[in-house]
Nanobody, 126 residues
C-alpha cells in the first residue's frame, strides 16, 4: 500500500531551522514529482515546494524562496524515496501542518496530488 509518512515537525522559535522528512513507499515513486504543501489554521492548503522526479527541477512558493530547500534521495532499488524540506529562518507565519505529496505528472497544477501524507505540525513562536 502506498504511504507517505512525514516527520520532523515541532515547536521552534522564530529564526530557527527545521528539517522535514517524507518517506514514500509502497510503489515506485522514483518517477513521481514530490513536494510539500501546508495548511495554517483557518486557511486553505497551499503549495510550498516541489521537486521533479529527476531531482533537477525545484520550485518554491514566493513566501519561502531563499529560506526553504527541497531535496530527494531515491533508494537504489527505488523501493523507498525520501524527500526533505530544509527550513531556515522560520517565521511565525510558517506555522502550519505540512503535508508531503506525490504526483505522477506535476505538483504545480494546483492543490492536487495523487498521494498525500497525513501531515506534521510545525509551530514557530515569535
Amino acid at each position: 500500500q502506498e504511504q507517505l509518512v512525514e516527520s520532523g515537525g515541532g515547536l521552534v522559535q522564530a529564526g530557527d531551522s527545521l528539517i522535514l522528512s517524507c518517506a514514500a513507499s509502497g510503489r515506485n515513486f522514483s518517477e513521481y514529482d514530490m513536494g510539500w504543501f501546508r495548511q495554517a489554521p483557518g486557511k486553505e492548503r497551499e503549495f510550498v515546494a516541489c521537486i521533479t522526479w529527476t531531482g533537477v527541477g525545484k520550485f518554491y512558493a514566493d513566501s519561502v524562496k531563499g529560506r526553504f530547500t527541497i531535496s530527494r534521495v531515491n533508494a537504489k532499488d527505488d523501493a523507498k524515496i525520501t524527500v526533505y524540506l530544509q527550513m531556515n529562518n522560520l517565521k511565525p507565519e510558517d506555522t502550519a501542518v505540512y503535508y508531503c505529496a506525490a504526483d505522477s505528472i506535476s505538483l504545480l497544477a494546483g492543490n492536487y496530488a495523487d498521494y498525500w501524507g497525513r501531515g506534521t505540525q510545525v509551530t514557530v513562536s515569535s
